[in-house]
């Protein structure tokens, strides 16, 4: 079945998303009432998720992606693919990555400064 057409009340991301929260799911060897045990839920909301007949909320895509030991970044990398690299997603995420790791909050203000002229060229 279609990821577009599965149900009338949810659309094509919600289906993809679903898709990919299965698919991981399933690398993983849980159930979906072991996953729902992870995240607090049944295994029906699960289910439903998964389907794409309810939308994930923002709280519920981080506890997902912990869940699935993913970041939301890689969760949703494979919903709309072209939209990364269209605007540099998965160099902005190693970019965030390691700015994260700089320790010095001088250097970080330095870092950025850089990469604001830069944006601005």
Same mark, same amino acid.
Do not use: H, W
């Given at each position: 079945?279609?990821?577009?057409?599965?149900?009338?009340r949810s659309g094509a991301l919600d289906a993809a998303l679903g898709?990919?929260?299965?698919?991981?799911?399933?690398?993983?060897?849980?159930?979906?009432?072991?996953?729902?045990?992870r995240l607090g839920i049944t295994f029906q909301q699960v289910q439903?998720?998964?389907?794409?007949?309810?939308?994930?909320?923002?709280?519920?895509?981080?506890?997902?992606?912990?869940a699935l030991a993913l970041t939301v970044s890689e969760l949703l *990398?494979? $919903?709309?693919?072209?939209?990364?690299? %269209?605007?540099?997603?998965?160099?902005?995420?190693? @970019? /965030? +990555?390691?700015? *994260?790791? $700089?320790?010095?909050?001088?250097?970080? %203000?330095?870092?950025?400064?850089?990469?604001?002229? @830069? /944006? +601005?060229?």
């Amino acid at each position: 079945m279609a990821a577009e057409s599965r149900t009338p009340r949810s659309g094509a991301l919600d289906a993809a998303l679903g898709d990919r929260i299965r698919r991981r799911r399933r690398e993983l060897g849980l159930s979906q009432s072991a996953l729902g045990a992870r995240l607090g839920i049944t295994f029906q909301q699960v289910q439903k998720y998964e389907n794409g007949a309810n939308r994930v909320s923002a709280t519920m895509l981080i506890k997902l992606s912990d869940a699935l030991a993913l970041t939301v970044s890689e969760l949703l *990398a494979e $919903i709309n693919p072209g939209a990364e690299k %269209a605007d540099g997603g998965d160099q902005g995420a190693q @970019l /965030a +990555a390691a700015f *994260a790791r $700089i320790g010095s909050a001088d250097m970080r %203000a330095a870092v950025l400064l850089l990469v604001e002229g @830069l /944006a +601005a060229r």
